[in-house]
């Protein structure tokens, strides 16, 4: 199984996986997501991280450190290892019995894939935002509500709500029709309403799997909007196959090449204007992809 083949179900987490877990979760807290300044300090970091999903690999040897509080892309052709790479992050792999994670993935500085990370306690910390819009069959209030209520925070829930659906710039859309069902919306707002389900149990990262790509032009601009404004509270990644896309919202840019290699892995200015790799200039000058 390649990571191409994986879809969200497959790999979305279930309401037992998702429901709070007693005792210590291996993990501490970061700086306060509210802050809005953007920093280079360095939130995640992987080393010599190998995936294989039998024995298939799917990513080989990376090294990367993303800072917090930007938007980092992540590109390449299909089958090199962006959503492999994306769901390690926050132990969706594990839901994949074949898949088989070696190396270290940090998270402010703890290897994620310790024994003593619960990856429940980390999906928490790391939210995410799969390809096509998946939300519940709920109403749009309980849908953005959802993880808080599994997640044990039952307090002032539709105030965060709120605060959630405004964030996703999607508020004034649907400030009338919070009672309404979620699945009533267009395209681009049911991924804005699963936006506002991911952060409003305000997680430090937002991880996103081609979240424009299912969706119009006019929906896809309005997500973009909104992912450069959440870098002013989080740290976005996000995998997408559109290289004008991550040349408009993106801080830094990860090249993965076939073979699940990362070759190259900078500004994103520089990667788009000036690449150090020959590789990397052939496929965003169209020569392969």
């Given at each position: 199984?390649?990571?191409?083949?994986?879809?969200?179900?497959?790999?979305?987490?279930?309401?037992?996986?998702?429901?709070?877990?007693?005792?210590?979760?291996?993990?501490?807290?970061?700086?306060?997501?509210?802050?809005?300044?953007?920093?280079?300090?360095?939130?995640?970091?992987?080393?010599?991280?190998?995936?294989?999903?039998?024995?298939?690999?799917?990513?080989?040897?990376?090294?990367?450190?993303?800072?917090?509080?930007?938007?980092?892309?992540?590109?390449?052709?299909?089958?090199?290892?962006?959503?492999?790479?994306?769901?390690?992050?926050?132990?969706?792999?594990?839901?994949?019995?074949?898949?088989?994670?070696?190396?270290?993935?940090?998270?402010?500085?703890?290897?994620?894939?310790?024994?003593?990370?619960?990856?429940?306690?980390?999906?928490?910390?790391?939210?995410?935002?799969?390809?096509?819009?998946?939300?519940?069959?709920?109403?749009?209030?309980?849908?953005?509500?959802?993880?808080?209520?599994?997640?044990?925070?039952?307090?002032?829930?539709?105030?965060?709500?709120?605060?959630?659906?405004?964030?996703?710039?999607?508020?004034?859309?649907?400030?009338?029709?919070?009672?309404?069902?979620?699945?009533?919306?267009?395209?681009?707002?049911?991924?804005?309403?699963?936006?506002?389900?991911?952060?409003?149990?305000?997680?430090?990262?937002?991880?996103?799997?081609?979240?424009?790509?299912?969706?119009?032009?006019?929906?896809?601009?309005?997500?973009?909007?909104?992912?450069?404004?959440?870098?002013?509270?989080?740290?976005?990644?996000?995998?997408?196959?559109?290289?004008?896309?991550?040349?408009?919202?993106?801080?830094?840019?990860?090249?993965?090449?076939?073979?699940?290699?990362?070759?190259?892995?900078?500004?994103?200015?520089?990667?788009?204007?000036?690449?150090?790799?020959?590789?990397?200039?052939?496929?965003?000058?169209g020569k392969f992809g």
């Open positions: 199984m390649t990571n191409e083949q994986m879809t969200s179900s497959e790999t979305e987490p279930t309401d037992d996986q998702l429901a709070p877990t007693p005792g210590t979760d291996g993990l501490t807290d970061t700086a306060d997501s509210g802050a809005d300044t953007t920093t280079d300090r360095t939130l995640l970091e992987a080393r010599n991280l190998d995936v294989y999903y039998g024995e298939e690999q799917a990513l080989s040897d990376v090294d990367i450190e993303i800072p917090e509080k930007q938007v980092t892309a992540v590109i390449g052709p299909s089958g090199c290892g962006k959503s492999t790479f994306l769901r390690c992050i926050n132990r969706m792999n594990d839901l994949v019995d074949s898949a088989r994670v070696e190396g270290e993935l940090r998270f402010d500085g703890k290897n994620v894939y310790d024994d003593d990370v619960d990856p429940v306690a980390l999906r928490r910390k790391i939210g995410m935002v799969f390809q096509s819009p998946n939300p519940f069959p709920k109403s749009i209030r309980d849908n953005v509500a959802y993880g808080l209520k599994v997640q044990g925070k039952d307090d002032d829930v539709d105030t965060k709500v709120r605060t959630a659906l405004e964030r996703a710039a999607l508020l004034e859309e649907v400030e009338d029709q919070l009672d309404s069902s979620g699945l009533d919306l267009s395209g681009g707002q049911q991924q804005r309403l699963c936006i506002a389900r991911a952060i409003a149990p305000d997680p430090d990262v937002i991880l996103m799997d081609e979240p424009a790509s299912a969706l119009d032009p006019v929906a896809t601009s309005k997500i973009e909007d909104l992912i450069e404004d959440l870098a002013e509270e989080y740290t976005v990644i996000i995998v997408t196959h559109n290289m004008q896309q991550a040349a408009r919202i993106s801080d830094k840019t990860a090249v993965f090449l076939t073979g699940g290699e990362l070759v190259e892995f900078d500004d994103t200015n520089k990667i788009f204007e000036n690449p150090e790799h020959e590789r990397v200039e052939d496929y965003i000058t």
